[in-house]
Structures are given as structure tokens and as C-alpha cells.
């Protein structure tokens, strides 16, 4: 089955980094565009960087725009989410996802969250 398994949050200082990883299995990992979304305290889930199967410019929200970088891994079916100049807005629980059509349905697929918490 599908599983998608986030590690690599924890607390750092405003200014710091933190590298996300989501680690895949159970699909074609490389043909699949993969996703970090991100949930503050309190807000709705929103999506924070965007990586498709065949490469390309990769798609950030504005708020992380020269920040953050995603990328991925094809051979260990893993994607990555490197994260500089942590600002106490970026506090939120992260989420890799993926968009995976199985039999002609569309089927939306979540990690378990990894939590990043940035303060002084």
C-alpha cells in the first residue's frame, strides 16, 4: 500500500535550517509529482513547494519563495524539503503528498506529519 513517511522536524532558532525528508513506497515513486504542505497552528493546510516526475521548475508559495528548496530523489523514492532562514511564522506540522491514479480514480495520499517548531 501506499505509505509516505515524514521525518526531520523538530525545534530550531529563528535564522536556522531544517531538512525534511518523505520517504515513498508502494508506487511509482518517479513518475509522480510530490508535494510539501504545511499546517499552522490554528490556520488551514496550505502548500508550500511542489516537485513534478520529469523535472522542471519546481512550484513554491510566495512566503518561502528563495527559502526553501524541494527536491527529489528518484532512486531511493525519497523527497526532500530544505528549509533556511527559519522565520517563527513557518511553525506549522508538514505534510508530504501525493496525487496517485489508480483504476481511472484519483486517490489523494497523505503523510503522518512532522512537526517543526521555530523559536528563540
Known amino acids: 500500500q501506499v505509505q509516505l513517511v515524514e521525518s526531520g522536524g523538530g525545534l530550531v532558532q529563528p535564522g536556522g535550517s531544517l531538512r525534511l525528508s518523505c520517504a515513498a513506497s508502494?508506487?511509482?515513486?518517479?513518475?509522480?509529482?510530490m508535494s510539501w504542505y504545511r499546517q499552522p497552528p490554528g490556520k488551514e493546510r496550505e502548500l508550500v513547494a511542489a516537485?513534478?516526475?520529469?523535472?522542471?521548475?519546481?512550484n513554491y508559495a510566495d512566503s518561502v519563495k528563495g527559502r526553501f528548496t524541494i527536491s527529489r530523489d528518484n532512486a531511493k523514492n525519497t523527497v526532500y524539503l530544505e528549509m533556511n532562514s527559519l522565520k517563527l511564522e513557518d511553525t506549522a506540522v508538514y505534510y508530504c503528498?501525493?496525487?496517485?491514479?489508480?483504476?481511472?480514480?484519483?486517490?489523494?495520499?497523505w503523510g503522518q506529519g512532522t512537526q517543526v517548531t521555530v523559536s528563540s
Open positions: 516537485v513534478m516526475s520529469f523535472g522542471g521548475s519546481p
Open positions: 503528498n501525493a496525487w496517485i491514479r489508480a483504476g481511472g480514480t484519483w486517490n489523494n495520499y
Open positions: 508502494g508506487f511509482a515513486f518517479s513518475s509522480i509529482t
